[in-house]
């Protein structure tokens, strides 16, 4: 993945040297909202095509030189292998944030809908204290609409490899896509409005409708792909990374691994074929209208 092609994003706030912050006790994070999409996103309709705004050839905002080596290239210092490697991963995020920022602010424009407001990607180590409450690294990569942020340990890229089997720089910016995607259901109102359709549903509804979010989500990561795709910034073999890694964070094979079995009513992510093939539909079409995951008759 041509990643040091892309803007670094300024919204970035790094908490990583800060030994992180312990969580509430007793308290939670809700790690996104849910709602319903079907009359936000399927009126919209396409008046020009996204990619003027982007531009043909790289991204919106041409993209400064890296501060800090891609990964396997020759460090011009002599900073601790720790430090050195704390800074790539942040340089790696901030840039994917920031083309998701031009890729999103594009397709808003190109919608007519409101100017795209750009989340905050907070990096932190350990534990951090969120708008949602407290988390450990344990509650892996997640988004709290409540402060409109998405919050990353980077050490899950290490943990989406080893344990999850889904290694690649274009598997890392899935799952942070992946998380910008519920910032765009919060932007369009999408969260708002399952708020209070959630007070009617019980635990099985609630968890299904989950579902619908959460893939919907990784249609919009997709969305992203498609344009990263298009503006010659992936390279072989990272659309196989980028399914890999939505097939392994499928409820069906964590619950394999974690208990042996699989209970189809504690879904709320949706199966590792529901992932992927959601996945695919934001790759192929570059089109949030086809990421209406409610409307489906099957998820």
Known sequence: MRWGDMRRSDNVDDRQGAGGARPSPGGGVRLSGIGIVIAVIAALVFGVDPMQFLGSGGPAVQAPAPRTPAPGAPSGGAPSAGTAATDVRKDFASRVVGDTEDVWSALFQAMGVDRYPPTTLTLYRGSVRSGCGGATSAAGPFYCPADARVYLDTSFFDELARRFGA??????????????????????????MFDREAQRLDERRRNALSIRLELQADCYAGVWGHFAQRRNLLEPGDLEEGLRAASAVGDDPIMKRTQGYVVPDAMNHGTAE???????????????????????AQP
């Open 167 to 192: 290694p690649g720089d274009f598997a890392q910016a899935y799952v942070i896509a992946h998380e910008v995607g519920h910032h765009v259901q919060n932007a369009l109102g999408t969260m708002r």
């Open 274 to 296: 529901q992932r992927m093939r959601w996945f695919k539909v934001g790759l192929a079409s570059g089109d949030p209208r086809k990421c209406d995951t409610f409307a489906a």
